[in-house]
Nanobody, 123 residues
């Protein structure tokens, strides 16, 4: 199983980035996919989820209205479109997968983690 996240980088506040996570080795359409992030010295926090069946999306309060999660089952890929980025969005972003997972996905419910991609937002 591999979750390969990419698309991170250094941007200025107010700019946008798109993260992608390509999955292999899993039956992608049966997995709820999520993004978490971990800032330096902090715990890994939930960012967004898209469910495996209804594609219902859930967001952390801190990103709702600015970030959009989506998935393409034909490409086994999940995306995170991040707009109006803020310095506090700086973190390593991790892709996560949970088979038949609920939208309210917690860290303990994740079956597979990707290696992460660094997003740095300068002020």
């Amino acid at each position: 199983v591999q979750l390969q996240a990419f698309g991170g980088g250094l941007v200025q506040a107010g700019e946008s980035l798109r993260l992608s996570c390509a999955a292999s080795g899993i039956s992608f359409s049966t997995y709820t996919m999520a993004w978490f992030r971990q800032a330096p010295g902090k715990e890994r926090d939930f960012v967004a989820t898209i469910t495996w069946n209804t594609r219902t999306t859930y967001y952390a309060d801190s990103v709702r209205g600015r970030f959009t999660i989506s998935r393409d089952n034909a490409k086994n890929t999940v995306y995170l479109d991040m707009n109006v980025l803020k310095p506090e969005d700086t973190a390593v972003y991790y892709c996560a997968a949970a088979r038949y997972g609920s939208g309210n996905l917690q860290r303990g419910g994740v079956h597979f983690w990707g290696k992460g991609t660094l997003v740095t937002v300068s002020s």
